[in-house]
């Protein structure tokens, strides 16, 4: 596992600002905000170095400078699988809550371009990392973040609470936006979106000139982060923005997920199949 010491990695979150230019306003948020505060005393990190997942169980009550030094790592940390249905320590089919790397995350918060006084949408809490440090560098009133499911929203309510400053966690579906707190100057996304389908509430909840970041997919692929800004008649145009990101689909527009893991190759098909002539 390539991880940081306990005492190099106190710096990582400065190391990773610095690595992606977000400059000393940054890198003070990091070095305010750590990571280790957002995460569960159990969850899995991912050892893999390709693009397929390698997920290992963590035990902070057991081993905690091994949970540490994962947590401070330039890794995802994923915090559950399957919606909640597979429990610690086996592994799920499908991630569906992480922290991502702090590299990545310092990098889309760069592209997010926020300046003081931004008003901020975040779709999707998760661990409530990124909704730290946005409401750190901007002020908790600044800053709204949605999560779908209720108990990640929990989990992430409690952690934010106990930290300052603590910006509002909805719960609620983020593909509808959140019209109460709007207009907004930036809409950050960390749930992949399908090409074509981007929320329009989005759009409408901000303002002429507003960004909205989010990564764009396929149903066979993960796409690129792409940046939006909003026009004044309403609509929005992007462009692809690095870094090269990798997330979770937002659940209402999730992929079937089909077990195929029981078939063969040579296996009879389940039903005939009949062909019409031209």
Known sequence: MTATTPRAATALGGQHCDGGGLGEAWAAVFAATPREHFIPERAWVDEADGDQMDCVALDRATEPERWLCAVRSDRVIVTQFDDGATTWPQVGRRPSCSCSMPSLVAGMLDALDVRDGCNVLEIGTGTGWNAALLARRLG???????????????????????????????????????????PYDRVIVTAAVKLGRVPYA?????????????????????????????SDDGT????V???????????????PDTDVSHRRWDAPLDLPLSFTPD
């Not at 929005?236 to 462009?239: E, R, V």
């Not at 923005?241 to 992929?255: D, K, S």
């Open 236 to 239: 929005a145009t992007g462009s």
């Open 140 to 182: 908790e009133d600044l800053v709204t973040t949605i999560e779908v499911d209720p108990t990640l929203a929990e989990a992430a309510r409690a952690a934010l609470d106990s930290t300052s400053p603590a910006p509002r966690v909805i719960t609620a579906d983020g593909a509808a936006g959140w019209a109460p707190n709007a």
């Open 202 to 230: 989005w759009v409408h909840q901000a303002r002429p000139g507003a960004v909205i970041l989010a990564p764009i997919k396929t149903d066979l692929c993960t796409g690129p982060l792409v940046r939006f800004t909003v």
């Open 241 to 255: 923005v690095p870094p090269r990101v990798g997330f979770m689909e937002l659940r209402e527009q999730r992929t």
